[in-house]
C-alpha cells in the first residue's frame, strides 16, 4: 500500500476492518524466491533474498532470533555510544537530553536494515529503581518517578523525531514540531516505554521475574510506578508500551486490562502494546509502521550508513552528556581537581583501568576508537604506570595485588578504578551485595 506523503494524517484511514477477511493461499511445498505481495495491504512484492552472509552463518539461529543486536555488532562494529541511563537523568536540562534522543534516532535510522534492527526500538526501559541490587537498574534513569517521568518525556520526543527539524531534535525555531502527537502522525522512529509496571527483580531468593508477584497498593501505584509511563504516553506520546514480566497483584501485567485500559482510556495511549489482544495488536503493529514509512516506498533512512555513526557531532554529543551526567560523592581538602604541574608520576591501578569492554551497560554495543580510562590519563602524565591488582571483576584472589602495591608507593598519584561489570549484574542477574565484588573491597 501506498500512502500519500502529502497526507499524513490521519492515518488510521488507511486501516479499514475487513468484515469477511480474504482466506489465505495454501502454501507451496518450497517458498519462491519472490513472495507474493501481501493481500490485505497489497504490499509491494519483497525483493528476492540476498545469498547469506558467511558472517551470520557461524551465529547459531537460536542465538540471532534472541539477540539480533549480536548480530548487528557482527556485521557493523561501529557504535555510538551515550553514558548509561542512570548517570542522563542528571540531564536535568530538557534539550541536552532531547538531542541526545536525536543522536540514538540518527544512530539507530543509520543502521535500520541491517540483521533484524528495524525502526522500532524497545527503550527507554523507565521502571523505577527501588532497590540497588536489581541487574538492570543501570538502563533507568533512577529512583525518583518524577525525575524518571521527565526524562521518559524528553527520550521519547527526541528519539521518535520532528517533521521538518532537522536531525538534532531541537529544530523548528526552539519549538517542537513533534512527528508523533496524540493523531498519529508521522514519526522518525518508534520508542516503547518499558516494562509496564512494578518490575525490579530478576532472580532472587528463589524468585524470578517471570512468576513473580509484585503486592502494590493503589497508593503506590499511583504515587510510584504510574508516573513515568504516564508521562511517557500523555507528554512523550511514545507509540508503544511493553507490558512487563512479572505479575501484578496476582494477574500477569500482559493481562491486566484495568492496566491496559488506563493507559488507553484515561492517558490517551493510541499504539502499540507489546504481548496485547491480536486483533488490536495487529491493527496497532500496521499503524505504527504506516507512521514510520515503512511502507511508503524509498525509505526515508536510505541515504543513511554506517558512515553516519560514530560522527565528530555524535562524540561531543556523547562527550557532553558524560561531563553533564558525573557526579562527585566526595572530595576531601579539595583534592580534585588534580593540578597536572604538581604530578610527575601517576599510577592506575584496577580491573577496569585499562580494559575498554568495562566501559559499557547493559545492551551496549562495541564503541568506536575506545580509549580505556589508563590510557585517556597517560597522556596528561609523563610517567604512568598500569595493575590490574586483580586478574578480574570477580577479584577472587589477590594475585596481582604486590604489583599494584609496589607502583603505587612509586607514584605521586594513585587512581584506583574499582566497581562491577556484566558479569556482577545484567538482565536476569541481581546482585547478591553492595558492596564491592570480592577482594576489591579489602584496603
Known amino acids: 500500500m501506498q500512502i500519500p506523503k502529502s497526507q499524513p494524517l490521519p492515518l488510521l484511514q488507511h486501516l479499514p476492518p475487513h468484515p469477511h477477511p480474504l482466506p489465505l493461499p495454501p ?17 509491494p512484492n519483497p525483493p528476492p533474498r540476498p545469498p547469506p552472509l558467511p558472517m551470520v552463518v557461524r551465529v547459531p539461529p537460536r542465538r540471532r532470533l534472541q539477540r539480533p543486536g549480536r548480530l548487528l555488532q557482527w556485521l557493523h562494529p561501529r557504535r555510538h555510544k551515550l553514558p548509561p541511563d542512570h548517570p542522563l537523568r542528571r540531564l536535568l536540562q ?15 535510522a543509520a543502521m535500520h536494515d541491517v540483521g533484524q534492527a528495524g525502526l522500532t526500538f524497545w527503550a527507554p526501559n523507565i521502571n523505577v529503581f527501588r532497590d540497588p541490587r536489581w541487574g538492570r537498574g543501570q538502563e533507568t534513569p533512577g529512583e525518583d518517578p518524577m525525575v524518571a517521568a521527565a526524562y521518559a518525556v524528553e527520550y521519547v520526543l527526541g528519539f521518535q523525531g520532528e517533521v521538518g527539524g532537522g536531525g538534532g531534535g531541537g529544530g523548528g525555531g526552539g519549538k517542537r514540531v513533534l512527528g508523533e502527537d496524540v493523531g498519529g502522525g508521522r514519526m522518525r522512529l518508534s520508542a516503547c516505554c518499558k516494562h509496564f509496571t512494578a518490575y525490579d527483580l530478576e532472580k532472587w531468593g528463589g524468585f524470578a521475574r517471570y512468576t513473580f508477584n509484585a503486592k502494590v497498593t493503589e497508593q503506590d501505584m499511583e504515587d510510584t510506578y504510574q508516573p513515568p509511563f504516564r508521562g511517557c504516553i500523555e507528554e512523550g506520546h511514545a ?14 501485567a500482559c493481562a491486566r486490562h484495568d492496566l491496559l485500559n488506563k493507559a488507553r482510556n484515561e492517558w490517551g495511549f493510541k499504539g502499540k502494546v507489546s504481548e496485547e489482544d491480536i486483533d488490536r495488536a495487529l491493527l496497532n503493529l500496521f499503524t ?5 514509512g515503512i511502507f511508503d516506498g524509498e525509505n526515508q533512512f536510505g541515504n543513511l550508513g554506517p558512515w ?17 551526567g558525573i557526579v562527585l560523592l566526595k ?7 588534580l593540578k597536572k604541574v604538581n604530578i610527575a608520576s601517576l599510577a592506575v591501578i584496577g580491573p577496569a583501568a585499562n580494559d575498554t569492554s568495562k566501559l559499557g551497560g547493559g545492551y551496549s554495543g562495541v564503541p568506536c576508537n575506545p580509549i580505556s580510562l589508563f590510557e585517556g590519563l597517560q597522556a596528561y602524565v609523563e610517567r604512568a604506570s598500569y595493575a590490574s591488582g586483580c586478574l578480574d571483576i570477580a577479584c577472587q584472589t589477590e594475585h596481582g595485588f604486590k604489583e599494584a602495591i609496589h607502583i603505587a608507593r612509586n607514584a605521586d598519584v594513585v587512581v584506583v578504578v574499582a566497581g562491577i561489570d556484566l558479569t556482577q549484574e545484567t538482565e536476569d542477574l541481581d546482585r547478591v551485595s553492595l558492596l564491592l565484588p570480592g577482594r576489591q573491597t579489602i584496603s
Not at 507509540?239 to 501484578?248: G, I
Not at 505504527?288 to 514510520?292: K, P, S
Not at 553516519?308 to 553533564?324: G, I
Open 27 to 43: 502454501l507451496p511445498p518450497h517458498p519462491p524466491r519472490e513472495a507474493p505481495p501481501a493481500l490485505q495491504l497489497r504490499l
Open 94 to 108: 530538557s534539550h541536552a537530553l532531547e538531542v541526545g534522543g536525536g543522536g540514538h534516532r540518527r544512530g539507530g
Open 239 to 252: 507509540s508503544c508500551l511493553m507490558c512487563s514480566y512479572n505479575q501484578v497483584n496476582g494477574v500477569p
Open 288 to 292: 505504527v509502521q504506516m507512521r514510520l
Open 308 to 324: 553516519d555513526v560514530c560522527t565528530e557531532k555524535h562524540r561531543e554529543l556523547a562527550l557532553d552528556a558524560a561531563r553533564q
Open 331 to 337: 572530595n576531601d581538602n579539595q583534592f580534585l581537581p
